[in-house]
């Protein structure tokens, strides 16, 4: 019994550490210099949002072709933040402007929105 208590023990350790080493994790991350979400799309930022406003200007039909890049329940560390939607979802934020996809964008690497109606832009540093 004590033997069995104690590998129970280690296993909820291990995977509190690495849910906490997730919840760690970048939300986005950079390649070929720009972000990119988890799953390598680009992100995008759009004109008519202010930054630190906490709020995103891209709802209803916007938002179906300019997806939010959702925060989830992750620490953010600046430069990186989040706002909540008008339907409650974190939406992530970077230097305080909420981020973005395209649904243009098929594959990793696709940048199809950049400079769409002068208003979307690639995210770079």
Avoid at 80 to 105: E, H
């Amino acid at each position: 019994m004590k033997t069995l208590s104690l590998a129970s023990a280690f296993l909820i350790t291990l995977l509190s550490s690495s849910a906490h080493a997730a919840d760690q994790a970048a939300p986005v991350m950079k390649k070929d210099g720009m972000l990119v979400d988890s799953k390598g799309m680009t992100v995008y930022t759009f004109d008519k949002d202010t930054a630190n406003s906490g709020k995103s200007a891209c709802s209803g039909g916007c938002a179906a072709n300019w997806p939010a890049v959702h925060a989830g329940d992750a620490t953010l560390a600046a430069p990186y933040s989040s706002i909540t939607r008008d339907d409650g979802s974190k939406q992530l934020a970077y230097k305080g402007k909420p981020l973005y996809t395209f649904v243009k964008d098929k594959k990793p690497g696709d940048k199809a929105g950049d400079k769409a109606m002068n208003a979307w832009h690639v995210v770079t540093d």
